[in-house]
């Protein structure tokens, strides 16, 4: 009876050892089931990193006269028929429209805007400052290229010009400086090659994301994914009201600038 009583007791013992075996394996394998990270295995063929889908749109990039195939050509000398006034009720545009593919400036007839609006954009703009415009500071052929209407790029003579160098050719007018003075000798034909991001607001009207600039310069790299503070203010601080797409601005600086532009095209992003 009493080795009876022993077996039995040994073999509820190993029972309960058993039980407690397995679920202390159990527990062990659970969470390192829930909390190992997958490691991806690096590719060891070429093909396993080659991308094939979707293919990117071709564009002739001098498709229209120079402009790429899939721009909206804003003016190619022949017509403003992009363009209106900017003066308060809109209107015809003034400016003067050149035999040689060019545009000028016609002084206090205000500025000119596209009759599209737009979001963000990669913009070409050529432009060429006046020879015979002998004055000083920002009086020297002074015009400018706004995006949506509000972030100006500035366009000024300043070849043996100085000014302040927040307002010089290339900076975000009263923003940022340029990286460089790259423009060509005064009568020469620039080009301005302009990434837009445009600034996001809430519902509410706040900022959530600011516009971006980058500009190249006669090729050369002058603003590099500029962050936008706000408006660019002649006089106060930049403003962040919200806004959505709104045109591009060219401006009549009203001081007989004489700047000429030409070959405008731009393409949205
Ligand atoms: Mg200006």
């Not at 407690?20 to 062990?28: N, T, V, W, Y």
């Not at 445009?198 to 994301?209: I, L, M, Q, S, V």
């Amino acid at each position: 009876m009493k080795k009876l009583g022993i077996l039995l007791c040994t073999l509820t013992v190993l029972a309960a050892c058993n039980e407690a075996q397995q679920k202390s394996e159990e527990l062990m394998e659970e969470p390192t089931a829930n909390t190992e990270e997958v490691t991806p295995q690096e590719p060891t063929k070429p093909e396993e990193t080659e991308i094939w889908e979707p293919i990117p749109a071709k564009v002739d990039p001098m498709g229209q006269n120079g402009a790429p195939s899939d721009a909206i050509v804003l003016f190619d000398g022949t017509n403003f028929d992009a363009w209106e006034s900017a003066n308060e009720g809109g209107g015809e545009v003034q400016w003067v429209l050149n035999g040689d593919g060019s545009m000028t400036v016609k002084d206090k007839t205000g500025d000119i805007q596209t009759k599209q609006s737009f979001g963000s954009v990669q913009l070409h703009v050529e432009w060429r400052s006046n020879p015979d415009n002998k004055a000083t500071n920002q009086n020297r052929s002074n015009s400018g290229v706004f995006l949506q209407n509000r972030y100006e790029v500035q366009v000024l003579d300043n070849n043996d010009n100085p000014t302040y160098v927040n307002g010089m050719v290339g900076s975000i007018y009263k923003q940022s400086i340029p990286l460089v003075m790259a423009a060509k000798p005064t009568g020469d034909w620039n080009s301005y090659d302009i990434i837009f991001h445009a600034p996001e607001f809430d519902a509410e009207g706040n900022k959530t994301k600011s516009g971006t600039l980058t500009v190249l310069l006669n090729g050369v790299l002058v603003q590099d994914h500029f962050e936008l503070l706000g408006t660019t203010e002649y006089i106060g601080w930049p403003k962040n009201d919200a806004h959505g797409p709104a045109p591009i601005k060219l401006q009549d600086h009203g001081d007989q600038s004489g700047v000429k532009y030409r070959n405008i095209w731009v393409r949205n992003l």
